[in-house]
Nanobody, 114 residues
């Protein structure tokens, strides 16, 4: 399974971005999908995850600002990020599980700066 993330970039504080991550390859049924992020000098941390049926979980720092969703027919997970803050600056990585195996995509840079 390969994951390709897109949608990162430079945005001003208070702005919005939408990340996408499409899975391809030997897919039969993806389970939990999600997003993690890693800021310079910090450990990778959970941002949001979503089950196949649509149950979601968010880090406290992004609740009310970020929304995770998925399209099972397209094997794609999305992250809508609103009211972005400088502390949201990080490399964002997508994750997908299939048969208890975890697959990671290459990161996409999100920079929030004026």
């Amino acid at each position: 399974v390969q994951l390709q993330a897109s949608g990162g970039g430079l945005v001003q504080p208070g702005g919005s971005l939408r990340l996408s991550c499409a899975a391809s390859g030997s897919i039969f049924s993806l389970g939990v999908m999600g997003w993690y992020r890693q800021a310079p000098g910090k450990q990778r941390e959970l941002v949001a995850i979503i089950t196949r049926s649509g149950t979601t979980n968010y880090a406290d720092s992004v609740k009310g600002r970020f929304t995770i969703s998925r399209d099972n027919a397209k094997n794609t997970v999305y992250l809508q990020m609103n009211s972005l803050k400088p502390e949201d600056t990080a490399v964002y990585y997508c994750l997908a599980y299939q048969a208890d195996l975890a697959y990671w995509g290459e990161g996409t840079q999100v920079t929030v700066s004026s």
